[in-house]
């Protein structure tokens, strides 16, 4: 392998198990585990990484998406050296920097000024350095005026914010993040990550783990999608995000349950025009329903990219008669730019008191929107969902 | 994967899922490998950090309470009043022309030393897990950083004990001048037995029991408040060497309270002890503390 510059990550054919059955800490555990491998018997073993191989080039950004349990926590671990992985190669090179949940290193017994400079130096911060970017840390961190005080004495998030800043300033050749966007105000979430680009934009490596897919799209060129600890796909971040999206909702559509009071037979969104659905115009949707008896209730679509919270929800009390029937929704000037969205649906009575839906909240299909790219925000900035927004711009 | 880096502008890439097999190809298994050399240099670059904990651990736990630091010096010194009272009138226990606390407290600080490192500083991979098991570090950092901390109130208790000398009028001998082998060979053994237990804990939760008793029954094994010659002749080099505390205490005493040499011998046979369990300690450590990170 020639030498390569700080901050690259090369990956090769990594696999890691971990144990199926659970090995409890204690003696007589270890002492049956020890009797089976005398005997030569091995068993119970779980692959949770299977032959991950990717490279990212110093300076580069790259983010890790996939469902829970998918193993991307693992694969952090296993880069950041906290774990070891069991076949291949993982090699870095550079100085490793670790935002994770960070409130582990944190002592309520010491002052927040004393945790800065312990927590530091167990991120391998010299007290020199420490005491270099000390302001800097507090007033990220927006302590100012705590920062003498133990530490017991701070609200949860301010500890969440203490943490987080003590690592934000580390300055590593590799930056790894791990959901930190979880923690925190809305503020403070968008402040973490002006400051992973600023960190980004002096040329450190990134590695960015995050369910929020706004803020991978944000954040990182390319994406690597992992599923039950495999390489599903990489490449540039929008298509494999694209594809992410498209099996996430495959997904969630077969499980719609069919034991509801009303089904669903048959959905359709259809441009009302033209052939194709386009940003900015009209389409009716159109539902095939079937009840057992007549009723009112109230009807719900909402469109949504991916799984995530729909972008807009729209509403309508109607009453219905028993057997089949369709119900249509004329939306107009559809706000969506182009991409591949999921149209969902509910159904609830008319009553107050009313637990149990008529049909659950749910995506009943998919339709796509072609059209012009959607404007890509500026770095660090994240897009809560995509809206098409019909603009003029004028120099004067 | 020959070329190191990927051109960014590289397409999309999806799996082909029937490609992966079921399991690595054996030429392909990790085996970790630690080197001595490497591995102490990173921990010394990494002292800041020892320094760091131990003051943090100092701090924290004094705090609260009134007496503070003080807290430090009742230990020893109430060890010593006990010792005092029940031992005083066990003759043979006696040495001539040393008073009873002198000798007893020579035997009383080498021992806190060592148990207290142990028990603080085995426990202390396991109550750190949640940070072992998120972020990277020298996991030897936090065992070490205990060592650290228990010399610091063993530095404090030599208060008392200069204290005694004087109520005493004794004048330490000048072969007190050989303290710093004791002290080198005490730290050895020390680090060795912690570091061990520190590892061997995390994998078996048995061991925190086993250690308490170790320190309860090791303080009467240990020629603490009896004389090193209280074992056979015949047994002494077998102690030396397994227990290398013995030798050190019955050093410190020779030395400083009856102006002898130590008996070089069995010193020799007690660095020897020490240094096996210090390599031996740290190796375990190092195969141990692979799998910290996938315990549960």
């Known amino acids: ?396 | 994967m020959e070329n190191a880096f990927v051109d960014d502008s590289a397409e999309l890439v999806v799996t082909d899922l029937s490609s992966i097999p079921d399991e690595p190809p054996p030429e392909l298994r990790y085996r970790h490998r630690t080197y001595l050399l490497p591995s102490v240099k990173e921990l010394w670059a990494r002292r800041e950090m020892m320094y760091t904990l131990a003051e943090r651990d100092i701090r924290s736990s004094y705090k609260q309470a009134t007496l503070g630091i003080g807290w430090a010096l009742v230990t020893p010194i109430a060890q010593l009043v006990i010792f005092t009272l029940i031992f005083n009138h066990v003759k043979s226990f006696h040495v001539a022309n040393v008073p009873y606390p002198l000798y007893s407290f020579a035997g009383i600080l080498p021992w806190n030393y060592f148990s207290s490192s142990l028990s603080s500083g085995g426990n202390s991979m396991l109550s750190n897990m949640p940070l072992v098991q998120k972020t990277y570090f020298p996991r030897a950092c936090f065992p070490l950083s205990q060592m650290l901390e228990a010399g610091v109130y063993t530095t404090i208790s030599l208060v008392p004990l200069t204290i005694l000398f004087v109520a005493y009028g004794f004048i330490p001998h000048i072969q007190t001048l050989w303290a710093p082998l004791f002290i080198v060979v005490e730290l050895a053994f020390t680090a060795g037995v912690t570091l061990a237990f520190s590892a061997m804990v995390v994998h078996v939760r048995d061991l925190v029991q086993v250690m308490g008793l170790l320190t309860q029954l090791g303080l009467l094994a240990t020629p603490v408040i009896w004389p090193f010659s209280k074992i056979p002749a015949a047994w002494q080099p077998v102690y030396a060497f397994f227990n290398p505390l013995g030798p050190v205490i019955d050093g410190i005493r020779r030395t400083m309270l009856l102006g002898q040499a130590p008996e070089l011998g069995l010193m020799v046979l007690a660095a020897v002890g020490a240094t096996c369990y210090l390599v031996g300690g740290y190796a375990l450590f190092k195969r141990l503390e692979v799998s910290f990170a996938d315990i549960t």
């Open chain 1, 1 to 396: 392998m020639p030498t390569s510059p700080s901050g690259s990550i090369a990956v090769e054919h990594v696999w890691k198990q971990f144990r199926a059955d659970r090995v409890r800490p204690r003696l007589h555990d270890q002492l049956s585990k020890l009797g089976r491998t005398v005997r030569g018997q091995r068993r119970g073993w779980r692959w949770v990484l299977k032959d991950i191989g990717f490279e990212v080039a110093p300076g580069g950004t790259m983010a890790l998406i996939g469902l829970n349990g998918s193993g991307k926590s693992t694969l952090l671990k296993v880069i950041s050296k906290v774990t070891y992985q069991s076949a291949g190669r993982c090699e870095t090179q550079g100085r490793i920097g670790a935002l994770l949940e960070v409130r582990s290193g944190i002592n309520p017994m010491l002052t927040g000024r004393e945790n800065i400079y312990l927590y530091g130096n167990i991120l391998g911060l010299s007290k020199r350095t420490i005491t270099e970017r000390f302001d800097d840390i507090v007033e990220f961190a927006e302590l100012t005026d705590a920062i003498d005080r133990q530490v017991k004495f701070f609200s949860s998030g301010m500890q969440v914010r203490l943490g987080f800043s003590i690592a934000a300033y580390l300055e590593p050749d590799i930056l790894l993040v791990d959901e930190v966007l979880a923690v925190g105000d809305a503020t403070f979430q968008r402040k973490c990550l002006e400051r992973i680009s600023e960190v980004v934009a002096n040329g450190t490596t990134l590695l960015f783990v995050s369910h929020d897919l706004a803020a991978v799209e944000a954040m990182c060129e390319r994406a690597v999608w992992l599923a039950d600890g495999v390489i599903r796909a990489q490449g540039p971040t929008r298509e494999v995000l694209n594809l992410y999206r498209g099996a996430v909702s495959e997904e969630a559509v077969v499980s719609i349950p069919t034991d509801a009071d009303i089904r669903v037979l048959k959905v359709e969104v259809a441009p009302s025009d033209d052939a194709l659905i386009r940003p900015g115009g009209d389409v009716e949707v159109r539902m095939a329903l079937r009840a057992p008896e007549a009723g009112a209730a109230r009807f719900f679509f909402g469109v949504s990219e991916g799984t995530a919270m729909p972008i807009f929800v729209t509403g309508h009390n109607t009453t219905f008669p028993a057997g089949d029937f369709e119900l249509r929704c004329s939306m107009r000037n559809l706000p969506l730019p182009r991409g591949r969205y999921h149209l969902w649906a509910c159904a609830w009575r008319n009553r107050v008191a009313e637990t149990k839906p008529l049909f659950p909240w749910g995506p009943v299909t998919s339709f796509d929107v072609v059209g012009a790219r959607p404007v890509r925000p500026p770095g660090g900035v994240m897009v809560l969902s995509p809206v098409y927004v019909d603009a003029t711009w004028v120099l004067s």
